[in-house]
């Protein structure tokens, strides 16, 4: 007995009208829309928020090393992709850390302010300056002796003697937590600037040269930028904004590094699905701990033991994942932790250097 063939309204590949999915492209036979279908095909799409979500997270948590060796045997529809669920959690992590970063941005932008703010307002009162002029005074003095407390307490460290020492504390000038110096006459450009001098004239009163080229030339224009509104948050900002696009060059760094260490234990693809569920760990503990403090500050020593669980899940992970040995597991996480750490140097500068060049 024959049946009736639809054709299917996605890829238009006719099929048995009794099934239920198209057997060519998986949509489902009676797909009406409706708005619950519309929003959950849009989480699941775009977020993979569905049970595999689910299966996959609390494995992530308590099983370090578990989810990465069971996609290696090949178990790769029970669970969330890697990829996917390194990319979900990021998203939500981000969106999180967003609320603080506004924060810190006003913070450090009218902390700037405060330091900079050239008040012109002249006390002529003679009293007035003599009391100024005490407190100074005392001000310096204490620290003077902070100074010399932590140079003689660190003697051991330093290897300075007494006599060096003290004509550290006896300098006339004692650096200051404010001083911030630009590298150029910050008078002359603020004379410059009242009077509405053209940009050329102020970059050559900075110590632009006529011959540098572009890169000089853009550095001059950004630390004028920044000299001008003194909006050091929005340099962090633009900092945070580019950190998502840099994590996508540091984890294949993080996979290679484990490559290194386990050359002989399958092929690279392997150690980038290990390092992608790793990472996915990281940031759902990042995202916890900036979660709780947007309601409730969390102590600093707590912080810290959250952020020292996750090289403890990385010992873990690895002793799991590659069936190697508790000590030399331990050897080699904290050796590629140790590689690791430069690699995330390097970047942050790269970025911070990014972010001042294209705020």
């Not at 100074?136 to 620290?143: E, G, L, M, N």
């Not at 590629?336 to 250097?353: E, K, N, Q, R």
Request: hydrophobic share 45%; glycine share 4%; aromatic share 20%.
């Amino acid at each position: 007995m024959s049946t009736n063939q639809v054709n299917c309204k996605n890829c238009e590949q006719p099929y048995d009208e009794d099934f239920q999915f198209c057997p060519h492209c998986g949509q489902k036979t009676n797909d009406e829309l409706t708005i619950g279908v519309l929003f959950y095909n849009t989480i699941s799409n775009y977020f993979s928020f569905d049970a595999r979500f689910f299966k996959s997270f609390i494995p992530l948590l308590f099983r370090p090393g578990y989810l990465a060796k069971e996609f290696i045997k090949g178990k790769r529809l029970l669970y969330l992709h890697p990829a996917q669920m390194y990319l979900f959690i990021s998203v939500v992590f981000f969106f999180i850390f967003s609320f603080s970063v506004r924060e810190q941005v006003d913070t450090l932008n009218n902390n700037f302010q405060e330091i900079f703010d050239k008040d012109g307002t002249v006390v002529l009162d003679s009293i007035q300056t003599i009391k100024r002029d005490s407190i100074r005074h005392i001000k310096d003095s204490i620290d003077r002796k902070e100074i010399e407390s932590a140079l003689r307490s660190n003697k051991f460290i330093t290897g300075m003697s007494d006599k060096e020492i003290d004509s550290i504390v006896k300098l006339d000038n004692l650096p200051k937590k404010n001083d911030i110096s630009f590298g150029f006459d910050e008078s002359e450009i603020d004379s410059l600037l009242s009077v509405n001098a053209i940009d050329k004239e102020i970059y050559a009163s900075m110590g632009l040269e006529e011959d540098d080229g572009w890169f000089m030339r853009k550095l001059y224009t950004q630390v004028l930028k920044f000299y001008k509104a003194k909006d050091a948050g929005n340099v962090i900002g633009a900092f945070y904004d580019t950190v998502p696009i840099a994590l996508f060059f540091v984890l294949p760094i993080f996979a290679l590094i484990l490559k290194l260490f386990y050359f002989r234990k399958g092929q690279y693809a392997h150690h980038l699905v290990f390092s992608f569920y790793y990472f996915s760990f990281v940031f759902t503990v990042l995202t916890i701990i900036f979660g709780v403090n947007l309601v409730y500050e969390i102590s600093n020593w707590i912080d810290f033991l959250i952020a020292l669980s996750c090289f403890l899940y990385l010992f873990i992970a690895i002793k799991r994942f590659y069936n190697q040995g508790w000590f030399w597991s331990f050897i080699k996480t904290f050796l590629s932790t140790m590689l690791f750490f430069p690699v995330v140097f390097l970047t942050a500068c790269a970025i911070l250097v990014f972010a001042f060049m294209n705020y």
